[in-house]
């Protein structure tokens, strides 16, 4: 063969590099596409488990606090009373281990939980003399576990309860010093009036805030001041109901027989949230809804998370839909949903 002949038929051409160059070119894209969907599943999935181990986390600390709703409130007959006090910003407020402030047209619900912060907690004691409006001294039957700075709660049937710091208990006598409480409305108490020792109040509210944090608010009855703090991040909404006994006869073996968004007749005494349906409550139920970080790479398709509420009619459970009409593309993310029963170990032990 001839030299000539031979330079025609080796080496490579320039079609033969386009062509190389073309296919290493498809062989990248295909690559870096499946890299960015790898890192992209990655970062949606680890974010997704980060979120739901701190909204596990919390809802535990949730837990703890409306397992304790209730703690040292005395009588039952005390619990419903409106609280008559002095502080600025701690607003209204009734003597409720548990209330759901129920978010309008599909918003997260809104948790308040009220209890005892008393170190030693003591039976109710009892005014042996009257208690004008006016006064600032009290006379007991017993002082035993009240010390200067814890807040007395004063309660009577058919008025409203009275909270009081006590300022010094004197040497030699059943009395008690307190602060006068400059607010309308206060009534003259009379001797056989409660007076229970709530040392100072653990008030604490959960809700969903508009940057997607589970908040935990507290407030110090010290300060008269609210302090709040994010539990969790990724949260798009928290859903609460009571749970109701509503058996005929509750005493030999309680259980939650209705569940329920809001306050209900549940001893069917045509007065919905009065005394006798606040110790039918016994349980709360909960549910906290958590996004992932990232959004779905397979398209805008999903659907509304669920959980087992009680039904509105019936207060039986039933899978629910939890509307999320606040978040304008909620389709394009993955849901989870927490949700747990947390008895009221206090009302069932009449703790209260």
């Known amino acids: 063969m001839s030299a000539k002949r031979m330079g025609h038929t080796t080496g490579i051409g320039l079609v033969d590099l386009m062509v190389g160059l073309l296919i290493s070119l498809i062989a990248m894209l295909v690559i870096i596409k499946v890299a960015i969907l790898f890192d992209a599943r990655r970062r949606s999935t680890t974010g997704f488990a980060d979120a739901q181990m701190n909204v596990a986390s919390a809802t535990l600390l949730m837990a703890r606090d409306v397992r304790i709703a209730g703690q040292g409130f005395g009588s039952p007959d005390s619990l419903g009373c409106h609280i008559l006090h002095g502080k600025a910003k701690l607003g209204g407020i009734a003597l409720l281990p548990v209330e759901i402030m129920n978010g309008e047209s599909g918003q997260p619900d809104r948790l308040r939980i009220l209890a005892s912060a008393t170190v030693q907690i003591t039976p109710a004691a009892t005014l042996i003399a009257d208690h004008p409006a006016s006064a600032i001294t009290m006379q007991l039957d017993s002082t035993l576990g009240i010390s200067p700075s814890d807040h007395l709660l004063l309660q009577e049937p058919a008025k409203p309860c009275a909270l009081l710091g006590a300022t010094g208990v004197p040497m030699g006598g059943y009395r008690v010093n307190h602060s006068l409480l400059s607010v309308s409305g206060l009534p003259d108490y009379t001797a056989g009036a409660r007076v229970i020792n709530l040392g100072a109040l653990h008030f604490v509210e959960f809700f969903v805030d508009a940057n997607d944090y589970l908040q935990v608010n507290r407030y110090l009855v010290a300060s008269d001041e609210w302090h709040s703090s994010a539990m969790a991040s990724g ?46 409550l016994i349980a709360v139920r909960l549910a906290i809804v958590v996004r992932s970080a990232e959004r779905n790479d397979r398209g805008c398709d999903a659907s509304l998370p669920q959980w087992m509420a009680g039904n509105e009619a019936t207060g039986i459970l039933q899978l629910t839909n939890i509307p999320l009409a606040h978040i304008a593309d909620w389709r394009c993310y993955r849901y989870r949903v927490l949700q747990t029963e947390i008895p009221l170990r206090n009302l069932l032990w009449s703790d209260v």
Request: negative net charge; glycine residues 6%; without cysteine.
């Open 235 to 280: 949260v798009v909404s928290l859903q609460a109901q009571y749970g109701f006994d509503m058996q005929s006869s509750t005493a030999a073996s309680p259980k939650v027989t209705h569940w329920s968004d809001t306050m209900i007749d549940a001893d069917l005494d045509n007065i919905v949230g009065d005394n006798g349906d606040l110790r039918r």
